[in-house]
């Protein structure tokens, strides 16, 4: 029996005693960094808004098997947000919609959740009217014919169910019945009230695709609620992401049990705590880059040397190569060689200690910061 079939669906229990420890310790930690992040000033707020959002819709979109390229992301992003990055990434719509949907979600957290507004995320997600090949209902909640909405894995023939939504004779009632609770004040803290709201959606499964990562945004926008601020410096789906194994297993297990959701909860809980933990490396890398500019501001950089330093500064991983730059910055071997070379002069590069045909770069960080990782 799957939870939505018992019979006091969707009256959710909890144990608040085995939850309270973790709970404040949650809310501890958003009012610390929330504080760090006040003293930074504007600019840097943006710049660490940018990064943890450019992460969520990244991540949000691969814990559904979906890549995106992480510069048109930020590029889409940061074009919303009137920052200046330099040039801008061509429009990618597949992109910009999900990037329409984060945005509206935490910068209007405190405007209602209706259908049209669930409709127009859904609509924004799918721009051509299909999930990959297959046709599907945009825009609106799936339909009796698409069947039974069930999640399901493995080879054809031997699919394994792990999960099936309620009938859609059902929806109606039941979406307006979530959004009725998700609009009311009431008096449920607004953090446990993501953790349920995220559950309370994706187990209804009202569309036809895309019900995870708009599940996610709603969870987004609740914690945006709870912080008071638009601005975002930790990233709740990179984390899941980092724990995707757990969450479906948690989730399943959540959807096949009884009315009490205290596992989830807890899970859901102790996943943001460490997304919240993790943002400390993002705060990091924005003071780092800061301070490489302020340090820098005098001297002279080309188009091409300003956009790699940035992708090294960012924390991309892996070898820095002349090869790798010429395809970065979309130049001639030579080119590359040149921009190399002149920075090396000026001591912003250094070589790393494997020479020869193997020869890769990394970049010099300001006092204090030691050298940066090298770049993917």
Known sequence: MYIHQRAEWPEFEWDQGKLADLLAE???????????MEGLGFQL??????????????????????????????????????LDIGALRPIDRNVEGIVDIMLDATRKYDKPLTQERLFGWHGALFPTGRSGLQRITVGAWRRKESGAMQVVSGPIGREKVHFEAPDYDRLEGEMSAFLNWFNSPGEMDLVLKSALAHFWFVTLHPFEDGNGRIARAIADMTLARSERTAQRFYSMSAQIQQERNAYYNVLEKSQKGALN???????????????????????????????????????AFNERQRKVINRLLDGFEGKLTSSKWARLAKCSQDTAGRDI?????????????????????ILRLPSGYGISQPCN
């Open 341 to 361: 070379n002149d920075l090396l002069e000026r001591k912003i590069l250094a070589r790393e200690e494997a020479g020869g045909r193997s020869t890769s770069y």
């Open 26 to 36: 949650v809310r501890h930690l958003q009012g610390r960094l929330l504080g760090r």
């Open 261 to 299: 959701i205290t596992p989830w909860l807890a899970w859901y809980l102790s996943c943001l705590k460490r997304a919240i933990n993790a943002s400390d490396k993002l705060l990091e890398t924005v003071l780092v880059k800061d301070r490489f500019w302020r340090l820098h501001k005098d001297e």
């Open 45 to 82: 707020r943006e710049e660490a808004t940018l990064q943890t959002l450019t992460q969520d819709v990244v991540k949000t979109s691969e814990i559904e098997g979906e890549k995106l390229d992480a510069e048109t992301v930020r590029s889409s992003i940061a074009r919303r947000m009137g």
